[in-house]
């Protein structure tokens, strides 16, 4: 049986897949998000780190202190974004053999969304970071 959510880059040299139900999953509007996945916004889908399995080599960058984000080293796809200190990984949307398995929850970081972004699919939306859970 295939993995629920499963994908990878552009040339096919990194592949992924999780079987686990995400803890959450945001669209990012902040200026990091903007400049590493090349887009107005970042869809990703979170995980436990230990629920992600890779096939290929992947290389990494660090974009702030706590955050790495995860790209293929041969065709530059963005896949991932990872905070080893919390755990977590989440997944670039565009990046899923299905981007429609994605079932956004929020809107995050919106005091840093493009002028020309228009929300109106009725989730709720936070200028900065989400709120405490």
């Known amino acids: 049986m295939a993995a629920k959510y499963q994908g990878g880059c552009l040339c096919g040299s990194v592949r992924y897949h999780a079987d686990a139900q995400p803890i959450n999953q ?63 990984m989440g997944l670039t949307t565009g990046s899923l053999d299905d981007p429609s398995l994605f079932e956004p929850e929020m809107h995050i970081f919106t005091a840093s969304k493009q002028p020309w972004v228009t929300i109106d699919d009725g989730l709720p939306q936070y200028e900065a970071g989400p709120p405490p859970t």
């Open 26 to 88: 945001r669209i990012c509007h902040c200026r990091l998000c903007q400049r590493a996945i090349g887009a107005a916004f970042n869809a990703r889908i979170l995980f436990r780190i230990d629920d992600v399995t890779f096939d290929g080599m992947v290389a990494t960058v660090h974009s702030s202190p706590d955050l790495k984000r995860g790209f293929c080293p041969s065709c530059g796809t963005t896949i991932f974004s990872r905070r080893d200190a919390a755990g977590i």
